[in-house]
């Protein structure tokens, strides 16, 4: 078991650092690979169309989270406006009298 878990762990420390010099000398995959602007030029997909597919939602997130805001201020004011309506005439409304009739 321990003979396993050594060539196991060997194999990792080899293969990790076959990786990571390929990585630090920027070397290439040996078999040529193709990338998502090889296969959107096969099939005839611009780069604007990609572009604008990709700006879509964040642009939507944000007309929707500026649309809240303004909803959340827009409820706010009418909130404040009522309460101050509300109490501006409780103020102005006549009290009773409140004297103890006792005597």
Do not use: C
């Amino acid at each position: 078991m321990k003979n396993n878990l050594k060539k196991f762990f060997m194999t990792g420390m080899w293969l990790s650092a076959v990786l990571s010099l390929r990585a630090q000398n920027y070397a290439q995959p040996r078999q040529p690979s193709f990338s998502d602007s090889d296969l959107n030029a096969a099939l005839g997909i611009s780069d604007a169309w990609i572009w604008l597919q990709n700006s879509i939602v964040p642009l939507a997130m944000l007309v929707v989270f500026l649309g809240s805001i303004i909803i959340m201020g827009e409820l706010h004011y009418r909130q404040n406006k009522i309460l101050n309506e509300t109490l501006r005439g409780l103020a102005k409304a006549p009290r009773p009298n409140v004297e103890s009739s006792r005597e």
